[in-house]
Every structure is written in C-alpha cells, then in structure tokens.
C-alpha cells in the first residue's frame, strides 16, 4: 500500500490498545465504523504485549483486527511501538537501561494511553531502554521484522505510523552506550580532540574517554552540541525503523505524527516537526482541545504548524479528540466548554478547522473510550460500550460527506500560501532554553505564539516559515530571532536584499555561532541590512511589560527586550517614552526591513490588548500587501482553497452566537458564490455577506 491506496479523506480513529476495547465487541465495532463511514483505523503494535518471550510472538489479537479491516473496507495503520519494552527484556538487558542525569535508571511503567506495561513515559527511544545498545536495537528489530513480514501484502494493511507523536524527555539518555555514541558524533564534528577542547572552553581532555555530556546544561557550546546530538540521534532512529520496515515492505506507506510542539519545543522535547516530516510520506499531529485551550488560534495553530512543516505533503489529524477528558493535570481548573466535555458542535468544528488549515483526514484518538487506567472514559466519540452517541453522529455524517465523490475537488485544492510568515529559527529555541531553563521563562513561546495570534486576531493567515524554507515567502515576521548562526544570518541577508520584506523585534542575531554575543549588534552584519545599530540594551523580560513606544499615534506596549538604536543609513519611525530610538525602517538591495526595538508580540500573548492588537494591523500594513481574505468580523475565521480552475471559500463561527461579516477577496467581493459543498442551517448568503450560525460552518466555490 502506498499514498495512492489512502482513501479520498481518511476519516476514523485509533481502535486496538491491548486490553481495550473488549474482544466481544470488536465484530460489532467494525461494523458499526463501516456502517458509519469510517474508512481507517490506527491500531497500538506494542512490543511488550506481542513479544511475550524471546522469540515467542502471540499475533492472535492483532491478526484479528487486520481480518476484520479487510471484512469491512476499513484501511489499517499499524503503528509500531517498540518503547514499549517486554518485561523480559527488562531483565536481560538491564545494563542497558536509559538513565537519567543523576544516574538513576528509568522504571518500566504502566502506560496512560493503553493500560499496558512496559512503557517509561520519557516520549520516544526505546522506552526504558536505549536503541544505542546494539543488542537492544537488534532484539527491537527483531519485533519489527517479524512485524512487518508478517502483515506485508495484508488486505486490511494501509502502511506504518513508526513514530508516535515524535518527541523525547529532556532528562536522558545518559548511558554508556549513549556517552559513546554522542563521542563518535563529536568525533564526525570535530576531526579530533584538540578541535573539540578549543571549541568547549575545556582544555584538559587528555582522551575521548574524558569527554561527558552535560549534566546541568548550559549556554555554553557543550550544550549546544549535546542537544543538537540527541535531536540527530533520536531521528536517526527514526529512519532506521523506516529503513528497516522499507527493506521487507517496499510498497507500504510510511507515516508519523507530532504534536504539533515544534513551537515551543522543538529543543526540549524534541519536536523536531519540520525534521520528522521529512522522513515519511504522510505526516499528521496529535491535538487535543483538552489540553492545549480551545481558543479559536490554538486549533487553528496546531494544524498551520503541521502543514507548514510538511511542506507540501499531506498530513492529517491523526489524533483529534471526540470526546470529554475527565480528572487531568492540563483541564483542573478551566471551563467545562473548553474542550473538557465535547458537545457534537466542538466535533464539527474541529474537524473542520483542521480541514480548512488544509489536512487531509482526520483519526479520532480513541474509537471508544478506554476502561481502565488513568484516562478512562476519556476521547471517544463512542459510548463506553460501544453505542453511537450524538458526537459519533456528527463524525459519521462528516466521514460520509467527505468522501462522497462530489467532494473530491473540495478535498484536492491546497490552502492558500499566508499572507505573512512567521520565522522559526532553531537556534533561536535552542539557545533561549539553554539560557534561560532554569528559571523556565516563557519569553520564546509567549514571543511566537503572540505574533501568531496578534495576526490571527486581525484576520490576517500567518504561516510558520522555517529558517531554511525563507525563499518561498516574500514577507516575513521575526518574533523572537536572539540567536542567528553566521549562515543563516547571511541567509536572511540576502534574502532581503533580493526583495523580502522583514519584520524583525528586538536583539535579531544577538547571540552568533557557538552562542558568542557580537559586539557590534545586529550582529554578523545584520545592521547594514537593518540600517541601525544598538546603543544600549536591557535583558529585563521579568518587566518587559513596562517598555512602551508610540507608533503612529498608537502607544505600544513592549515586552522581553529592550534594544534602543542609532541609524545606520535607516530612518526613523518611532521612539520609546523615554525618548530611545525604538524603531528604524531600511531599504536594503530590493527589500525593506523594519527593525523594533522590544517584543510586542509576548506583551499581546499575555495581556491580547487593543493597542497592541493594532500594531500588528499596523506592522502588516506597513507591507503594503493585500490580504487573501479580508472578514469584516473577525470573530469569524476565513481560509482560501485553490485548484487549478478557482478557489474555495470556508469559513468558521467558533463562538455561540450568530455572526455576520463581509468577505473580501483581494481587494474585491466575491462575484458570488456556487452551491456549498458544506452549508449548515441558519446561514445566510446574501451578496458579499455572510452569517453564521452557532458553530456555524460554509464550504463554498467563489464564482
């Protein structure tokens, strides 16, 4: 099986998570799935629960959920989970057990998500024990051998989800097999140990045995190196377990998902999206109102986060909840209608948010809920036994609309590329966190998050651009750019001066290669592009809050940094109330910067206030751009879809009250609207008005 295999929208849920559901029902279920329009079903293929002894795999419960596929058109995702560890392998392999900084081995645990033993709760690996052990990676490969020579050529099988919401714990892995292998990275880097010393600031290695990873991490190069080794070292184990399933299965698909993490934590945990995407063929998020806040901007931002990271591929929503979450850490506290209990308008509307943000299917995390452990009773769109419930209602009636023939054009046209992207520069996340774990600042995420939703708040569709991805936009936001290695700083030169336009807050580039502070800021040549340099600087982000500057007539509050300027061959366009250079504007080659002096974008995180709501308005319309779609209510939320031969409008009410609003497209009305592919009851298509009702939803071609 192959891309071409996957359904026109895959729609379904996650099923088997040994011991649940109950053997029973599993006939009925599939059934019911079929009955209903679901065409997928990822199921858990844990090691620990397969592997019983060496060598002695019990298959029965997992050939019986690919036969019943098979019986009822229902496509299998078999998602591998090999840190999922056999108790046995515990025991035989102990000198092999992941450690923690302090040296203490992490447990073998029950896992939260199946009720079943052998996890270790430390996100990817090998679970408790580490894949850099080459009798662990082999007796793992032995599983996924076995795996997938057996279900190859299967009727029920779609492919391989190989990673599981691609992350991995900041805390480990400190064992000798590891220490080894972040030696012989270091080796590759660095040629030899006179190279490393020099580089580290440590210069009394007298072997390579002296060399340690850092226990308590700093912003020092050690630091830098060790996490961008366990980021190379985790992915590298990735793509051997899609080396590995591609030698026996050639024609299967491959996929994998996130968690959409990649902003704030790409460094710390691991969610390394744009990374991970590359590997596979289909890539796709676990997002969850439940847990993340079920504002209109965080669904929207979890899938515009994924998409971007694909890069053109398809993704979808591999885990989307359809159901309540009861007694978690993430829900005490908040709203009964912020995600915690799903009504059957939250189904509808979260599936069409990550729709409209352009995936292209969408798996509930459970079919039905789990009947034990600690997240009992929780995600299913499905009752506890199985019955249909109004939410499955509402899943069944979008499986089927979805992939009814007369929506296949609907489903191939692409999102319209953003109006503005949003930088996301690795070495920026990583050296925020190396500086400032300790104390857990939020800056960086308050940073990225606030310039996403300062747009959003204004209607305008913000993309996340990774550094690397800079040449395919034409207007780019920098929220938080403190550290710019001199590549990718002469990256953006360029870029610039071939005709970007480029918003940049406060200290771009401040920290360079190896983390070193220039002194003359903007650094790494920076300043001819911005056409300023600093002239004072406060790392103050505990009161950043009280830095304000007037930009047109508008008081702006600031926030993190301070960094007041002098031009440099820029122009002035605004002063902090204390009278400091806050503001410069610079023509550079064909392009145009706009450098600010603080981070407005954390303040608005924070505080969402009208004055600083406007400045991204204001900043944006400093491009001199014009808006894909502009909503005169922007308590509803618009995207374009385009094909080769038009576009399709889809718009979302997310809010419990009718909302009318004018729709431009460009700078025109539409000429009209085609019959909707998707109208709910109460909505009113009147010229270029539309209203909508309640958690209302159009999906509509533009005449």
Not at 309 to 331: D, I, N, T, Y
Request: with cysteine; proline share 6%; glycine share 10%.
């Amino acid at each position: 099986m192959s891309l071409k295999d996957v359904p026109q929208v895959p729609f379904g849920a996650v099923y088997f998570r040994k011991s649940n559901p109950p053997r029973e029902d599993w006939e009925r279920d599939y059934g019911v799935a079929s009955q209903d329009g679901l065409n997928v079903f990822r199921h858990w293929f844990m090691w620990s629960a397969i592997e019983r002894k060496p060598g002695q795999y019990d298959w029965a419960e997992f050939d019986r959920q690919l036969d019943l596929a098979a019986e009822n058109g229902i496509k299998t995702i078999i998602a591998e989970l090999i840190h999922s560890v056999p108790d046995w392998a515990m025991r035989k392999f102990a000198h092999a057990r992941q450690l923690r900084g302090d040296g203490t081995p992490l447990p073998s645990t029950m896992g939260q998500s199946s009720a079943t033993g052998g996890f270790a709760n430390n996100g990817g690996g090998a679970g408790a024990l580490t894949l850099n052990c080459p009798e662990v990676k082999e007796a793992a490969g032995n599983f996924l051998k076995a795996l997938v020579t057996r279900y190859k050529g299967h009727k029920g099988l779609l492919g391989y989800d190989v990673w599981n919401e691609c992350n991995y714990s900041p805390l480990v892995d400190y064992s000798e097999f590891t220490k080894q292998a972040f030696r012989d990275w270091l080796k590759a880097k660095y040629g030899d140990l006179e190279t490393l010393s020099q580089a580290w600031y440590r210069y009394s290695h007298a072997d390579w045995l002296d060399v340690e990873p850092p226990v308590e991490i700093g912003p020092y190069p050690e630091s830098l190196d060790w996490v961008t080794f366990k980021r190379d070292n985790f992915y590298d184990q990735m793509q051997w377990r899609i080396d590995l399933v591609r030698s026996i299965d050639p024609d299967c698909l491959i996929a994998a998902h996130g968690i959409a993490g990649a902003i704030p934590n790409m460094i710390s945990g691991g969610c390394d999206d744009w990374l991970a995407a590359s590997k596979v063929e289909l890539y796709g998020m676990t997002w969850i109102p439940a847990r993340k806040g079920n504002q209109p901007w965080r669904n929207f931002f979890g899938a515009d986060l994924t998409r971007a990271a694909s890069r053109g591929k398809p993704f979808w929503h591999a885990e989307r909840q359809g159901g309540p979450l009861w007694m978690q850490p993430q829900v005490l506290g908040r709203d009964k209608d912020d995600g915690r209990v799903a009504e059957p308008d939250d189904i509808k509307v979260w599936t069409m948010t990550s729709f409209a943000a352009g995936a292209t299917g969408v798996l509930n995390l459970r079919y039905r809920p789990l009947l034990d452990g600690s997240l009992f009773g929780a995600f299913g769109s499905y009752g506890m036994d199985g019955s249909r419930t109004p939410r499955s209602d509402m899943a069944s009636g979008m499986a089927k609309w979805a992939n009814a023939p007369e929506q296949a054009a609907v489903f191939k046209a692409r999102p319209r590329k953003g109006d503005i992207g949003i930088l996301v520069i690795p070495e920026a996340q990583a050296w925020d966190y190396l500086l400032n774990h300790r104390h857990q600042p939020t800056t960086y995420g308050d940073a990225m998050w606030g310039a996403y939703r300062g747009f959003f708040d204004n209607g305008i569709q913000a993309d996340w651009v990774h550094i690397d991805d800079i040449a395919n936009y034409d207007a780019i936001y920098a929220p938080y750019p403190i550290s710019l290695n001199s590549e990718n700083a002469a990256r953006l030169a360029v870029w610039v001066k071939a005709g970007g336009k480029l918003i940049s807050e406060a200290c771009p580039g401040y920290f360079g290669d190896r983390g070193k502070v220039g002194t003359v800021q903007p650094n790494n040549g920076l300043d001819a592009i911005f056409g300023a340099r600093e002239t004072e600087v406060e790392f103050m982000p505990d009161i950043g809050d009280r830095v304000a500057f007037d930009l047109d007539g508008n008081t702006v509050t600031g926030g993190g940094f301070l960094q007041a300027y002098e031009l440099a061959g820029g122009v002035e366009r605004a002063r902090f109330t204390d009278g400091r250079l806050a503001i410069v504007e610079h023509q550079a080659g064909t392009g145009k910067t706009l450098l600010v002096g603080s981070n407005p974008s954390i303040t608005y995180f924070r505080t969402s206030t009208d004055a600083n709501r406007e400045y991204f308005a204001a900043v944006f319309a400093w491009l001199g751009k014009t808006q894909h779609v502009t909503l005169g209510n922007n308590a509803v939320q618009a995207r374009l879809h385009d094909d080769a031969t038009g576009s399709y409008l889809w718009m979302i009410n997310h809010t419990r009250v009718p909302q009318t609003s004018s729709v431009t497209i460009g700078d025109k009305a539409p000429t009209g609207f085609d019959t909707p592919s998707w109208i709910d009851e109460g909505t009113v298509l009147e010229g270029s008005s539309v209203t909508l009702p309640p958690r209302g939803v159009l999906v509509v071609r533009l005449r």
